[in-house]
């Protein structure tokens, strides 16, 4: 079974940056895709960033984050991130990381983090 373990979310000023985390289980053989989507009240869950691993093409984001939000991942790619900056009221929300990713057991699915409260607010 996958897990994904999302930390980092809280409440920040607008302006301020947080930083949200995702480490993946160790049965994830490859991923296909990574990414970080965000549902706030009342709205449909949305795509924030997203890329594919070693495909050596740039990473996409949302048009209302771009320039302010860096997808990344460390060096062993267990680990994916959301680094945060210039944070809006707009950008609050709850944060979920993503993986379409293969695994021995079960093959190729994607799969959900529990999501982390991002609250930006004076």
């Known amino acids: 079974q996958v897990q994904l373990v999302e930390s980092g979310g809280g409440l920040v000023q607008p302006g301020g940056s947080l930083r949200l985390s995702c480490a993946h289980s160790?049965?994830?053989?490859?991923?296909?895709?990574m990414g970080w989507y965000r549902q706030a009240p009342g709205k449909q869950r949305e795509v924030v960033a997203v890329?594919?691993?070693?495909?050596?093409?740039?990473?996409k984001y949302a048009d209302s984050v771009k320039g302010r939000f860096t997808i990344s991942t460390d060096y062993t790619g267990i680990t994916q991130y959301l680094q945060m900056d210039n944070l809006k009221p707009e950008d609050t929300a709850i944060y979920y990381c993503?993986?379409?990713?293969?695994?021995?057991?079960?093959?190729?699915?994607?799969?959900w983090g529990q999501g982390t409260q991002v609250t930006v607010s004076s």
């Open positions: 890329i594919e691993p070693g495909s050596g093409t740039s990473a």
């Open positions: 993503y993986v379409d990713a293969y695994t021995r057991a079960n093959g190729r699915h994607d799969h």
């Open positions: 160790r049965n994830i053989l490859n991923i296909y895709v």
